[in-house]
């Protein structure tokens, strides 16, 4: 990952997960179990929302969550 991009971490907070077992759910309160499925599997998915979960991701397995709650502070 570049780094953490300003328009992706205003997209994890807002999107919801398109498919799967956690449809529905906002990209940012996906659990870090699921988030390690898709990287045990063939990776996240390609494009945008491949970013967006990789952005999670990164985040979570980093300890950075402050980010998350402070960005759904704001909103």
Same mark, same amino acid.
């Given at each position: 990952m570049d780094g953490l991009k300003p328009e992706i971490l205003q997209e994890i907070v807002? /999107?919801?997960m398109p498919f799967g077992k956690y /449809?529905? /759910?906002l990209l940012c309160d996906l659990p870090i179990s699921y988030l390690e499925w898709f990287m045990r599997k063939d990776?996240?998915?390609k494009g945008k929302l491949g970013d967006q979960l990789a952005t999670v991701y990164e !985040?979570? !397995?980093n300890g950075l969550e402050d980010i998350i709650y402070q960005l759904k502070f704001r909103r």
């Open positions: 807002t /999107q919801r /449809q529905g /759910q990776g996240f998915p !985040i979570k !397995i």
